[in-house]
């Protein structure tokens, strides 16, 4: 309990002599995000951040959405990209990526539309805790879902290649098949209401720390220039 302590006055002091020397961020930037975002979105946001601030160490942690939101709390993260805003008064988020979820299948399965289009198809998703899975067994509905055999993988790469290879359907952000153009799979829109949604970013309520403030200025920025 001391050592947390420690810690956590430790980095205010950091904080604290950063804003008031009105120097650039600077320290360890402790942030999270979901392998989707990942692989998909923060490319060119970490390498402008590590142009701009070379003296904050990032350090990365990919999970899923609820777990990243529980280190956020937990403080062992300073922020997240997550999937759903927080249901915690303790943490607070802006808005910074729109997705949007497709249901993607083997070239030869036929169109789906609605839950009974794959009825019998092993469903390929991220473990409990992941807010796209969570997406899909709406859509799918408690019945349906029942029956479905669920393989749990940890990496998207996984995922649609066990879908390329008629292993079964998964749902996943169009963004993330974006980077695997070579990937020969067949994309099934839904209905707007469950696939249109946005990434947050989450942080503890009142105690933003300068490398996560500048990590918002610059994604506002690189927003308005797209």
């Known amino acids: ?3 947390d302590y ?11 002599r950063s804003i008031v020397s009105g120097g650039k961020p600077r320290g360890v930037l402790k942030l999270g995000a979901l392998e989707s975002t990942t692989a998909s979105r923060l490319p ?5 951040f590590h142009r701009r601030y070379p003296e904050v160490r990032l350090e990365l942690t990919t999970g899923t959405n609820d777990a990243l939101i529980n280190q956020v709390a937990d403080r062992r993260l300073d922020a997240a990209f997550t999937a759903e805003a927080p249901a915690l008064r303790a943490l607070e988020h802006c808005l910074v990526f729109p997705e949007r979820l497709i249901v993607i299948s083997h070239p030869d399965h036929p169109p789906i539309k609605r839950a009974r289009d794959v009825e019998g198809a092993s469903l390929i998703a991220f473990p409990e805790g992941c807010a796209y899975r969570r997406v899909l067994q709406r859509w799918l509905g408690r019945d ?3 029956a479905s055999r669920v393989l749990e993988l940890n990496s998207y790469h996984a995922i649609v290649a066990c879908v390329a290879s008629g292993t079964g359907i998964a749902l996943v952000p169009e963004s993330v098949l974006d980077t695997m153009p070579t990937t020969l799979v067949l994309r099934h829109a839904l209905p707007k209401a469950q696939t249109h949604i946005t990434t947050p970013l989450v942080w503890r309520r009142g105690e933003i720390a300068p490398p996560v403030l500048a990590l918002r200025t610059l994604i506002a920025a690189q927003s308005k220039r797209r």
């Open 144 to 146: 349906h879902l029942a």
């Open 1 to 3: 309990m001391l050592l």
């Open 44 to 48: 060119r946001v970490l390498t402008e």
């Open 6 to 16: 420690a810690d956590r006055l430790i980095r205010l002091s950091d904080e604290a």
